[in-house]
């Protein structure tokens, strides 16, 4: 059955629409992208919009002065849309209003995701959900504002463009955001590559202490509280640490800690071409794509490591075993 936005939107006078913690450009960007759609397209209906703080560069993206940052429990909307989030605790403080809403709709692109909404639009094969977004409305009516948005939430899952997940499709849909006249260049280099200094400076720390381990084959890095600190750094600082430790040369896999607090640290996780990113943080308790993913895990960071590199390591003999029988 084809999935129709126009019917699940029909009689709906007040929608909110959420997405994941830590809000990403992806994230941001499918979300900013269908509230500017909406907005344009549907003048009669109420939307607002419910996400964390997001990084100061993506505020460059029209509308996200109206972006809610806390919410109030009693109100019911018609309809609460998901974006760009794997499960429904990944919401954070927008739960409730998902719990309460008359119906929800998920829209997503992870392979880890269990379809926890009403109605759910998964698509795993998506580059990004701006890229599952942009399919799902009328493109002729997308203006430029909603575009850039969209465009930025390609831009950001994609790597620009580079990652696996990048298919024709996307580089067409990319193609046609474009022709709505907007600054790709200025949406890539301000929101993706341009660091503040305090992020140049983390990022220099996690490189320098990184420790190439499982010959050579993972690359390893741990920022505790107390460099963020030092840095007056915040969680939001180290988005990226892990794709430049990605790049480092003969690398299969990246991992990256960040203490959240004594003994519980966020792992993001990267991957090239052999390792099954996802299944590992699914198994941890958390989820992603198969070359990106993401869990929060307890015990020391010896601990953390030695379970993430367990599971590796469990993937890359079965991959040799298989080489060798074929
Ligand atoms: P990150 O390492 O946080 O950049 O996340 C990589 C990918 O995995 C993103 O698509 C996230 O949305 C997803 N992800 C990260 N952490 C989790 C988690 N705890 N549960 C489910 N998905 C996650
Ligand atoms: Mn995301
Ligand atoms: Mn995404």
Do not use: W
Not at 244 to 261: C, K, N, P, W
């Amino acid at each position: 059955m084809k999935f129709v936005l126009n019917d699940i939107l029909k009689g709906k006078n007040k929608i909110a629409l959420g997405g994941h913690i830590r809000p990403d450009g992806d994230c941001v960007g499918s979300c900013m992208g269908l509230y500017l759609y909406l907005k344009e397209q549907y003048p009669s209906v109420s939307v607002d919009v419910y996400l964390e703080e997001i990084p100061e560069a993506y505020r460059m993206i029209s509308g996200t002065e109206n972006i809610k940052s806390q919410a109030s429990p009693d109100e019911i909307y018609d309809l609460f849309i998901c974006l760009d989030c794997g499960d429904a605790e990944r919401l954070g403080f927008s739960r409730p209003l998902f719990e309460n809403a008359k119906e929800t709709l998920c829209i997503d692109h992870h392979i880890s995701n269990d379809a926890f909404a009403d109605s759910n639009y998964i698509v795993p094969e998506a580059s990004s959900t701006a890229e599952i977004v942009f399919t799902l409305v009328d493109a002729e009516k997308i203006d430029k504002k909603a575009a850039e948005a969209l465009y930025m939430g390609i831009a950001h899952d994609t790597g620009v463009f580079q990652y696996s997940c990048t298919s024709p499709e996307t580089m067409e849909i990319a193609a046609a955001l474009m022709r709505k006249g907007i600054d790709s260049s200025a949406i890539i280099d301000r929101t993706y590559y341009e660091k503040t200094y305090i992020q140049n400076q983390i990022l220099g720390r996690a490189l320098l202490e990184s420790m190439l381990i499982m010959d050579k084959k993972c690359i390893v890095s741990v920022i505790r509280r107390k460099s963020m600190d030092f840095f007056h750094a915040s969680p939001a600082d180290l988005e990226g640490i892990v794709s430049q430790l990605r790049q480092t040369a003969g690398v299969e896999v990246a991992i990256f800690l960040h203490e959240l607090a004594p003994q519980k640290f966020k792992v993001s996780l990267r991957s090239k071409k052999e390792v099954d990113v996802s299944e590992i943080a699914k198994y941890y308790g958390g989820g992603g794509h198969v070359r990106a993913a993401g869990v929060t895990m307890e015990g020391s960071s010896h601990d953390v490591i030695n379970n993430i590199t367990a599971r590796i390591a469990q993937q890359l003999r079965h991959e040799e075993e298989q080489d060798a029988e074929s």
